[in-house]
């Protein structure tokens, strides 16, 4: 059975994937691949690459999408179908650039907790019961990763590549999925990956933000299953 990889949102660890590494992890082999200790997406998806098996599904979240993406147009005969979750093919606007300076300045000024509490938090997740708890995870995720892994992945980010025209030539099989109130990448970007990409199908979460993997792990991971399958 083909290996899938697994890359993680910024901030985020394999616990991001929890209940997907619970359902899956005794029919298939899994690889969650962090992405730091880099400052581009293109390093980061050259490192994912060197790790990797020969051959493997990929499903990337946020800017795990991102690297995903990225992943994809360096090396479209490794991947066997990719997955693309709560993520954007857009290169990042200015005004979005001046927003991630002035956090990665707090952020230098040893304010990681802060910016995570009242600038990312807030966007993050649908209204639910399980939603502190969730937060909470994210919280304990990024100080575990550190100021230095956040002012990586905010450079990677700010200067990423628009991946519009490489889409079309992702012709394996394709999950483009979101949470319905996801606030950070809405269903529209979603709705322009699945037009471009060929054989892609699109899937909303109901009732999950930008987290659907742990927010609506049982619909997220039906959702995976069907295109492992396809």
Known sequence: MTPLVLIPGMMCDAQLFGPQIAAFSGRRTLICAPISGHTSIEDLAMDVLANAPDRFA????????????????????????????????????????????????????????????????????????????????????????????????SRALMDRPDQSDALPRFDVPALVLCGRDDRLCPISRHELMAAL??????????????????????????????????
């Open 197 to 230: 990409i060929p054989n892609a199908r699109l899937e909303i979460i109901e009732g999950a933000g930008h987290l659907p993997t742990l927010e609506q792990p049982k619909l997220t991971n039906a959702a995976l299953v069907r295109w492992l399958e396809a």
């Open 58 to 153: 990929l499903a990337g979240l946020s800017m795990g999408g991102i690297v995903a993406m990225e992943i994809m147009r360096k090396a479209p005969a490794r991947i066997e179908r990719i997955a693309l979750m709560d993520t954007n093919p857009l290169a990042e606007d200015d005004q979005i650039k001046a927003r991630r300076m002035v956090q990665m300045a707090k952020v230098r000024d040893q304010n990681l907790a802060a910016v995570m509490r009242n600038e990312m938090k807030p966007h993050y997740l649908s209204k639910s019961p399980q939603r502190r708890n969730i937060l909470n995870l994210c919280m304990k995720m990024a100080l575990n990763l550190g100021p230095h892994v956040f002012l990586e992945q």
